[in-house]
């Protein structure tokens, strides 16, 4: 008896080495697959970044997010959702990206320059397996009819070639390289895309400051109330200029179909574009930011900053300024605070300033138009330690109560005086501030450029068909001419039928023009 017959098994392929592995590293990374897999995780990392305030654009949002949400807030904090797009890990997946754009798309556009150098392919022996076949008998010699063709196909300016094979005059052509082109014109414009990001998130930098009428502003870091600028971006590369807010003028329509809602908007300003420089006029606008040394200065906002003057109960004055107040709503109801450190005992107001002043059992003190038709202030009054000695920032707009006393509320209109036992504080008016984010991106041009490119390549690559075709003739047993035609499309679902049937008839020298 014979051995029953045993299966053999397959070896085990021999374990990876270093150099193996990171040939497979690469081939993974730089796969189109692996880059639309990136493409899809940069923007799902980007949505905390457009529904979280991001502390580049409004810290002061930020800190009030935290402030009411005190469990989660730190937490988010910590992971680097309040700076989304300067977090370690967006940063990742950018990079990676990077990579993989720039490993998938160079090597195609090397294959790609060869192809459209290179003769397009001799005709396949069975062209009636093709996606389009034609043919048909004609009295003109072989040659004729490939001459036709092939005057046909360069008038057309299709790529040709002919050639002779078994007896057999065959002419092949191709058309649509443009599909490629703007293929890969749009996949490298994503990376040109990508690097502008990248210089302007290294070099460039951004920051926010409310500048009351009146007042100025210099551009420098210890003028802003909140800067943020890339990992290359530095007090150094800051241009020095600096602008006075003259005047700020809103008018507001007052008729019912527009009531409230602002009719103008602008910031008069004069502007010495440098140190020792001439200082001219300036008009800001919503969406007509004030260019100065390639930084854009962005008018964002703007608010009340009600005047007092506080006297202490010597009757010195211990401050005389205009405060700025915080809108809460669309009619300008303002929230603020008051800080006297220079009194004995240290005084802090909490107040609501109105533009045009109602009350009711429900809203309570608020604002019924955003103009100052009516305007009133809300104090509430306390004494003892502001903590501002502790050594720990505090915001300008809140108020350390722990280590207070409230000794009184009133509300005032322009001009009235509320005295208290430690001295009195006067409501003397109001001035307007005006809010602008002042930005140096030295990206976005290219970023524009790149997206025309990207557009421009992705129309050509969606409306450009590749298509290849063929012509044989040869002699037929009974003397006449056998002429065959056959088409391949190089796009999906892509239609070649109409291309053959005009060849077949040009090759019989026919002009359906």
């Known amino acids: 008896m014979t051995a029953p017959p045993t299966l053999e098994t397959q070896a085990p392929p021999p374990p990876m080495d270093s150099v193996g592995f990171l040939r497979w590293t690469w081939r993974q990374l730089t796969s189109m697959r692996t880059a639309l897999i990136l493409l899809f995780a940069l923007a799902v990392a980007s949505i905390p970044g457009?529904?979280?305030p991001q502390r580049g654009n409004n810290p002061l949002l930020v800190d009030e997010w935290l402030e009411e949400q005190p469990t989660i807030g730190p937490i988010l904090d910590r992971l680097g959702f309040f700076d989304v797009?300067?977090?370690?890990?967006?940063?990742?997946v950018y990079l990676l990206l990077f990579i993989s754009l720039i490993g998938c798309v160079l090597p195609r556009v090397g294959v790609h320059w060869r192809a459209m150098r290179s003769q397009p392919p001799i005709a396949p022996k069975n062209l009636s397996r093709l996606q389009a076949f034609a043919e048909t008998t004609t009295a003109l010699t072989p040659t004729q009819v490939v001459d036709n063709a092939n005057d046909y196909l360069r008038k057309n300016r299709w790529r040709v070639r002919t050639g002779v094979t078994d007896s057999q005059v065959w002419v092949s052509a191709e058309k649509g390289y443009l599909r490629e082109t703007g293929n890969l014109v749009f996949h490298l414009a994503l990376v040109l895309i990508?690097?502008?990001?990248?210089?302007?998130?290294?070099?460039?930098?951004?920051?926010?400051?409310?500048?009351?009428?009146?007042?100025?502003?210099?551009?420098?870091?210890?003028?802003?109330?909140?800067?943020?600028?890339?990992?290359?971006?530095?007090?150094?590369?800051?241009?020095?200029?600096?602008?006075?807010?003259?005047?700020?003028?809103?008018?507001?329509?007052?008729?019912?179909?527009?009531?409230?809602?602002?009719?103008?908007?602008?910031?008069?300003?004069?502007?010495?574009?440098?140190?020792?420089?001439?200082?001219?006029?300036?008009?800001?606008?919503?969406?007509?930011?004030?260019?100065?040394?390639?930084?854009?200065?962005f008018l964002v906002g703007h608010g009340y900053a009600p005047t007092f003057i506080v006297r202490d109960s010597s009757g010195a004055t211990v401050l005389d300024d205009a405060v700025v107040f915080l809108p809460q709503d669309g009619n300008f109801t303002s929230t603020g605070v008051i800080?006297?450190?220079?009194?004995?005992?240290?005084?802090?107001?909490?107040g609501i300033f109105l533009p045009t002043s109602a009350i009711?059992?429900?809203?309570?003190?608020?604002?019924?138009?955003?103009?100052?038709?009516?305007p009133s202030v809300f104090l509430s009054a306390w004494e003892g330690d502001l903590g501002l000695d502790s050594g720990i920032p505090q915001s300008i707009y809140t108020l350390k109560t722990d280590n207070m006393e409230q000794i009184g509320l009133r509300a005032l209109v322009p001009g009235q005086t509320w005295v208290f036992g430690q001295g009195e504080i006067e409501f003397t008016g109001w001035q307007r501030w005006a809010s602008f984010q002042i930005a140096f991106d030295p990206g976005k041009e290219a970023a524009l450029a790149a997206a025309v490119l990207a557009t421009l390549g992705l129309t050509v690559s969606l409306f450009t068909r590749r298509r290849r075709v063929w012509v044989k003739a040869r002699v037929a047993p009974n003397g006449s001419t056998l002429v065959e035609s056959a088409g391949l499309s190089k796009s999906e679902a892509g239609d070649v039928s109409e291309d053959v049937r005009d060849l077949l008839e040009a090759s019989e020298g026919i002009d359906r023009r």
Do not use: C, M
Request: glycine share 12%; no cysteine.
């Open 50 to 52: 457009s529904i979280l």
């Open 85 to 92: 797009f300067g977090a370690p890990w967006f940063a990742a």
């Open 194 to 297: 990508l690097a502008a990001v990248a210089i302007g998130g290294l070099f460039g930098w951004r920051g926010n400051v409310i500048v009351k009428e009146g007042n100025g502003f210099s551009n420098t870091l210890t003028q802003y109330d909140a800067w943020g600028g890339g990992r290359l971006a530095s007090a150094d590369t800051i241009p020095p200029f600096a602008f006075t807010l003259e005047d700020f003028a809103v008018e507001f329509g007052r008729s019912e179909a527009e009531r409230g809602s602002p009719r103008l908007f602008e910031a008069t300003v004069e502007v010495q574009r440098e140190p020792g420089g001439p200082i001219n006029p300036d008009l800001i606008e919503v969406n007509h930011p004030l260019t100065v040394a390639g930084a854009k200065i």
């Open 339 to 350: 800080k006297v450190p220079d009194s004995t005992p240290q005084l802090g107001f909490q």
């Open 360 to 374: 009711d059992d429900i809203r309570g003190p608020h604002s019924i138009f955003p103009d100052a038709d009516d």
